[in-house]
């Protein structure tokens, strides 16, 4: 079943099902991702990877993006990394079989997760709904956090933190990863969870998680050799700490 959402029909009010764009340009991968969303109930509009339709479909804030990078002549990293730049949406990225060392460049990019090709109906609709379930409970933009002598304040849609009122621009991981633990805070988080609030399913090795904690405190901290906000804790894990 192919299922087509009109452009004049993508608004709507909060009860209409989940927007989610579909980055194909193979029409048989395409009819394939279409008719699984439309099969969950899901409202769907899909585009190819090259004109001016993609910028326009971005336009009408998707609320998830699925984008095949393993497509031949596609530079995945590159239009990932656009798409992170026209949309806050989490982006689900489809990599081919073979191509498995691109996760970690997509994932900087902007992508929130991957799958690789073939994969299951089952395994592609699970992801949709983790990732919608992650909308539903970061989709207020503005974050407030006081403590330690600062004010910082979190923009999730721009990926702008404030900090005593001075913007500082954060990356997609960055974001991300400072929304988890805000929606904890005074709480430690194991490596272990964070890893997977973040990045979902094979997620990268504790390493890369404490790399992308040294950067944030460079962005947050007074001084990010003796942090205020985001600890290290004795046993391992990481807290945000408000007062």
Known sequence: MHRQVPFSKMRGSPAVQAL????????????????????????SLHVGTKGGLLTRAVAHEPDLVVVDVGQAEVDGVGLTARLRDWTSAPIL????????????????????????????????????????????????????????????????ERRVLLVDGREVH??????????????????????RQILEAVWGDDAPQPQYLRAQ??????????????????????GGGYRLKLG
């Open 20 to 43: 989610v764009l579909v980055v194909e340009d193979e029409p048989q991968m395409r009819r394939l991702l279409v008719s699984a969303l439309a099969s969950f109930g899901y409202r």
């Open 93 to 156: 990225a489809l990599l081919a079989h073979g191509r498995e060392k691109e996760r970690v460049e997509l994932l900087d990019a902007g992508a929130n997760d991957y799958l690789v090709k073939p994969f299951a109906t089952e395994d592609l609709l699970g992801r949709v709904r983790v990732w919608l379930r992650q909308v539903g409970r970061v989709r207020k933009p503005h974050i407030p956090l006081q403590g330690g002598g600062r004010h910082l304040e979190i923009d999730g």
């Open 213 to 234: 904690v040294r950067q944030l405190r460079q962005k947050i901290e007074g001084n990010p050799d003796r942090p205020q906000h985001l600890l290290t804790e004795s």
């Open 170 to 191: 954060l990356t997609p991981l960055e974001c991300k990863l400072l929304l988890v633990l805000a929606r904890h805070p005074g709480r430690a988080m194991t490596d």
